[in-house]
């Protein structure tokens, strides 16, 4: 799901703010393949605002900055290569708006965000107690699809490309029951420092034709600097370190074998550097 650097300079106070493009959905990747020949695809909406955000550690807010939201539409598929491989492709769209009164940094912005391809290898299963673990290798990469503006309060991702090194494990009971940790390596190719995520993701099924995943984000950066107060004029602050952790539950509907609806909120308990972000989402999926 991603971010971008928004820095704000006033004659009367000067702030440093990062306005954080949604990612969806929100949770990271499971344990689960398509098989051989067989796709799906998912449509969503989703909403996410703050009004404060972290500078370094310190919680605050500025009038300057007001209320931001971000509105995405995303797309995302997934194709069964073979039995143990999955191809997964993720698109969004972003309207990002503010309604701080530093009109020269709160333009509205709408445009192709990111685009993210990758694959999901199945590197062993075995059997441990009353159920089983499957590792999985899920190498990416994340493309920006526009030239879409990344330096503002209201840009809607950080411009540039990730190389994602990742792994999954999932242990799955025998009653139907899961829970999935994803984890690894991001390397982000200009100024954003690299970051170590972790994602955690438990899915309990209520019924036949429902499940709740509650889940977890966190992502360490290892960058090491901080958003600051600075006078005038204008200075780019590149290589902030951005971190947050992030918590959340959605819930997927099966109406019947092919397709079914979800939802979900999610909100922020932590963060540095970063904008204190709760929102919601909803959609669609379906299976050929």
Same mark, same amino acid.
């Given at each position: 799901?991603?971010?971008?650097?928004?820095?704000?300079?006033?004659?009367?106070?000067? +702030? +440093?703010?990062?306005?954080?493009?949604?990612?969806?959905?929100?949770?990271?990747?499971?344990?689960?393949?398509?098989?051989?020949?067989?796709?799906?695809?998912?449509?969503?909406?989703?909403?996410?605002?703050?009004?404060?955000?972290?500078?370094?550690?310190?919680?605050?807010?500025?009038?300057?900055?007001?209320?931001?939201?971000?509105?995405? +539409?995303?797309?995302?598929?997934?194709?069964?290569?073979?039995?143990?491989?999955?191809?997964?492709?993720?698109?969004?769209?972003?309207?990002?708006?503010?309604?701080?009164?530093?009109?020269?940094?709160?333009?509205?912005?709408?445009?192709?965000?990111?685009?993210?391809?990758?694959?999901?290898?199945?590197?062993?299963?075995?059997?441990?107690?009353?159920?089983?673990?499957?590792?999985?290798?899920?190498? +990416?990469?994340?493309?920006?699809?526009?030239?879409?503006?990344?330096?503002?309060? %209201?840009?809607?991702?950080?411009?540039?490309?990730?190389?994602?090194?990742?792994?999954?494990?999932?242990?799955?009971?025998?009653?139907?029951?899961?829970?999935?940790?994803?984890?690894?390596?991001?390397?982000?190719?200009?100024?954003?420092?690299?970051?170590?995520?972790?994602?955690?993701?438990?899915?309990?099924?209520?019924?036949?034709?429902?499940?709740? %995943?509650?889940?977890?984000?966190?992502?360490?950066?290892?960058?090491?600097?901080?958003?600051?107060?600075?006078?005038?004029?204008?200075?780019?602050?590149?290589?902030?370190?951005?971190?947050?952790?992030?918590?959340?539950?959605?819930?997927?509907?099966?109406?019947?074998?092919?397709?079914?609806?979800?939802?979900?909120?999610?909100? %922020?308990?932590?963060?540095?550097?970063?904008?204190?972000?709760?929102?919601?989402?909803?959609?669609?999926?379906?299976?050929?």
């Amino acid at each position: 799901m991603h971010r971008s650097l928004g820095i704000l300079r006033t004659a009367s106070f000067a +702030a +440093a703010v990062l306005a954080v493009a949604p990612r969806a959905p929100a949770q990271g990747d499971t344990g689960f393949l398509r098989g051989t020949g067989r796709t799906d695809v998912a449509v969503s909406y989703g909403s996410e605002s703050f009004k404060d955000f972290w500078v370094g550690s310190t919680k605050t807010s500025d009038p300057n900055v007001g209320k931001v939201t971000h509105e995405t +539409a995303n797309l995302w598929l997934a194709y069964g290569i073979d039995n143990r491989t999955d191809l997964v492709l993720n698109a969004t769209y972003v309207d990002s708006e503010s309604d701080g009164i530093a009109t020269t940094s709160n333009r509205d912005e709408k445009a192709l965000q990111d685009a993210t391809i990758g694959f999901k290898y199945q590197l062993n299963k075995w059997q441990l107690g009353p159920g089983n673990f499957t590792l999985f290798f899920a190498p +990416a990469a994340k493309i920006p699809m526009t030239h879409y503006e990344s330096n503002a309060i %209201t840009g809607i991702g950080d411009g540039q490309i990730d190389y994602r090194g990742r792994g999954i494990l999932q242990y799955t009971t025998n009653w139907g029951i899961w829970i999935a940790a994803e984890s690894g390596y991001d390397y982000r190719t200009e100024s954003p420092p690299n970051e170590v995520p972790l994602n955690l993701t438990v899915g309990i099924p209520c019924t036949r034709f429902a499940t709740i %995943t509650p889940f977890f984000e966190y992502v360490s950066s290892l960058g090491h600097r901080d958003l600051s107060t600075t006078p005038f004029p204008i200075v780019q602050e590149p290589g902030v370190a951005e971190e947050y952790k992030r918590w959340g539950v959605s819930v997927i509907v099966h109406v019947n074998e092919q397709w079914g609806v979800t939802g979900g909120w999610k909100d %922020t308990l932590d963060g540095r550097n970063t904008g204190d972000v709760s929102g919601f989402w909803f959609g669609a999926y379906y299976k050929f």
